[in-house]
């Protein structure tokens, strides 16, 4: 079936440093989200993109829709503690729709 | 805070018992949607629920598995007969709308000895 591979796997930050991670597809796709799960809870949608090119930010977070349409980036700026967490893309062919393909997720762990 | 409540939040199971999990939606919301999460993998989409009705369970193995939300109730998942590769966590997610954002609950982790 259609797959999500988001990079890199996982990563350790320090403090106050710059995130970046990304989603690729080999479909092309029109509707991207990114969602952010804490340990033992489940996600939490942080950011929905519509249209090729856009950039939406939300905070410290900001998440651009690939040209191609067959990728999508999330950055975090400056990161703190609290942004520790497991960081998915979830994308779909269709617009409009229900069903969502996700990623397997970028850990991310900052060191204080 | 009425967010989608999952119960029970864990779960232990032989193999060959009967594994129930329930999702009471968020308030208003009558569109359920069911996930599976194995470990280290991203959420798979495994059926979705109208009050009474079921929309699409394209994602969900065709044995063993059934899905349910009642007019009244929370939203049930059953898995019969369960085997160790059942063992995940299992989200549930309501939306106002189909189309609308889903919101998730805090999951039900099966596990299959």
């Known amino acids: 079936g259609q797959q999500l591979n988001q990079s890199p796997q996982s990563m350790f930050i320090q403090e106050g440093e710059d995130v970046s991670m990304n989603c690729t597809s080999s479909?092309?796709?029109?509707?991207w989200l990114w969602y952010k799960q804490d340990p033992g809870e489940g996600p939490v949608l942080l950011i929905a993109l519509y249209k090729a090119g856009e950039l939406t930010s939300n905070g410290r977070l900001t998440a651009q829709f690939g040209i191609t349409r067959k990728d999508s980036f999330l950055n975090i700026s400056a990161s703190i503690p609290s942004d520790v967490g497991i960081y998915f893309c979830?994308?779909?062919?269709?617009?409009?729709?229900?069903?969502?393909?996700f990623g397997t997720g970028t850990r991310l762990k900052v060191l204080a | 805070n009425a967010g989608v409540m999952q119960n029970p939040r864990h779960l232990v199971r032989r193999r060959g018992q009967e594994a129930r999990l329930r999702c009471s939606p968020m308030?208003?919301?009558?569109?359920v949607y069911w996930y599976r999460q194995l470990p280290e993998e991203g959420l798979k989409f495994m059926v979705y629920?109208?009050?009474?009705?079921?929309?699409?369970e394209s994602g969900m193995p065709k044995e063993r598995f059934s899905a349910e939300f009642p007019k009244e109730g929370p939203s049930i998942l059953r898995i019969q007969q369960v085997v160790r590769g059942d063992s995940a966590a299992y989200f549930c997610?309501?939306?106002?709308?189909?189309?609308?954002?889903?919101?998730f609950g805090p999951g039900t982790r099966l596990t299959v000895l």
């Open positions: 997610a309501s939306s106002l709308e189909p189309y609308n954002e889903q919101f």
């Open positions: 979830a994308g779909s062919i269709t617009s409009g729709t229900y069903k969502y393909i």
């Open positions: 308030k208003g919301h009558s569109h």
């Open positions: 479909s092309i796709f029109n509707t």
């Open positions: 629920l109208q009050k009474e009705n079921i929309i699409d």
